[in-house]
């Protein structure tokens, strides 16, 4: 397990607690439902009719983007947050479900 981050930010100090909570305010935004306080690290999961890892801090796959965070909500939501080309505007997460999900790693 990796201790918390959130790309570009190299440590879990105030601005990635601070930039951490706009994305769980976004992800609250965007689905409607509350978020946790859980820090998730990646995921294994089913996207788009294929399997794929998703980790903070690296690209993904589907769009090339990196994971900037993931975020849990209620029991069985999950957002995929990503570094956009405008930092002031970040895009729409990706929202997952829990059936779409075989795996989870927290940060330590």
């Not at 397990?1 to 570009?8: D, K, Q, S, V």
């Not at 975020?71 to 895009?91: C, E, F, N, W």
């Amino acid at each position: 397990m990796a201790r918390f981050f959130i790309p570009p930010l190299a440590d879990g100090g105030p601005a990635a607690e601070r930039t951490y909570r706009e994305l769980r305010d976004q992800a609250e935004l965007h689905t409607g439902a509350i978020s946790r306080e859980r820090r998730i690290e990646g995921l294994l999961c089913r996207r788009s009719g294929r399997d794929c890892l998703l980790r903070v801090g690296e690209h993904d796959a589907g769009n090339g983007q990196m994971v900037t965070a993931i975020i849990q909500l209620g029991r069985d939501t999950y957002t995929v947050h990503h570094l956009g080309a405008d930092p002031g505007r970040p895009p729409d997460p990706i929202v997952l479900r829990q059936s779409d999900i075989y795996t989870i790693t927290d940060f330590q």
